[in-house]
């Protein structure tokens, strides 16, 4: 999806102009993309009459920037596919809450059982029982109990002799017995979704009266996940889905359709295996992650609002190729009061907030001149090469500028430092790197 949609992108981006078959050809793309990407093709076909119209209509047509308006109406667009923020849980009137996980075997039910009990303490100051209902997967019992140990929380369990909905039963009683406010009861998955698993669960449903079912589907499932979503949701009914491994290479294009098809919000996301990997849903940034640019489509946008385009592509060009000089460093510099403050700029890329060192990357008005100066002093050679900076040319330059050698080292380390982000931030955006995280 992210590759050809970008090209589009590319080629869209820096249009003075745009004509009606402009946008049609965008469209096609746009939409053979999604295709490719497994999003339901009657939620291709809505989403690219919505953006059509919008994108012929006196907003982008009227605009100076054309190009970069019928993208924004994409991401906009996309943005609302996937519904608001919805990352509240419900609560019963009277406690405890109930909320069922449902889900196919290995969808990530246990771990996010886990890492939702630990959200709901540390976010919300509540005190969950985890109820372990899986008595069909080996160890299953064992594995919540483990995750159990590991947050100090108590597991509710009966072995697998007693039935998940007698277990349902005396877990509740159990909540209320010692004042848990929250009920989580992990529930047994299938491979496939069949007849015995739905009745099983629907009696845990009928009994236990939950506020909320959420489903929990692996995002790497593609066009899977939305089928297993919309057959729980007209089976048993669901009131919200998570969606995990997002941590891993997938763009997540299940996201997209998983709204439109179930009419149910997906509220978080799970980012990796540890049970502070929770996160909430942001549809925007799903957006972008969809669109494959984290959130360079805001910096690009905000470049060009201020500095002349031309530089402003360059620059682009220049940091995703990490050939960035201290000559780059000092023009960007000279941008920096119009463009707002640099380390501001940094953290909108992709995965940037992971980056160590950033936060040394502050650089404030005031030292913007002392760093000028720095800069002015190095020879030609050293803006291009800082490897060669030794000690004597330290000192050289320090005197030069009128700033210490402490002052150069620490520059000479941020620029190797940014250098190294921006490598970093190249493959990410790649899709190559595993493990990428959007801020
Ligand atoms: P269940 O069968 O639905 O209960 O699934 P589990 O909770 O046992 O998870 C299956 C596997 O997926 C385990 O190895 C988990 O560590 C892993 N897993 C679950 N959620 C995530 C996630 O958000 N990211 C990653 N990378 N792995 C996950
Ligand atoms: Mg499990």
New binding site residues.
Partial sequence: LADRLQNTIQKIRGKGKVSESDVKEMMREVRLALLEADVNFKVVKEFIKKVSERAVGQEVMKSLTPGQQVIKVVKEELTNLMGGEQSQIAVAKRPPTVIMMV???????????GKLANLLRKKHNRNPLLVAA?IY?PA?IK?LETLGKQLSMPVFSLGDQVSPVEIARQAIEKAKENHHDYVLI?TA?RLHIDGELMNELKEIKELSNPEEIFL?V?AMTGQDAVNVAESFNEQLGITGVVL?????DTRGGAALSIRSVTGKPIKF?????KLD??EAFHPERMASRILGMGDVLTLIEKAQANVDEEKARELEQKMRTASFTFDDFLEQLSQVRKMGPLDELLKMMPGANKIKGLNNLQIDDKQISHVEAIIKSMTKAEKINPEIINSGRRKRIAKGSGRTVQEVNRLLKQFEEMKKMMKQMTSMTKGKKKGFKFP
Avoid: F, H
Avoid at 244 to 248: A, E, N, S, V
Avoid at 269 to 273: A, L, N, P, Q, T
């Fill in positions: 889900g196919l075997q290995g969808a990530g039910k246990t771990t996010t059982t899986d997967r299953a594995q992990d998955g929990v692996d995990t491994k997002l941590d891993g996301v799970g980012m990796g295996e990997a929770l």
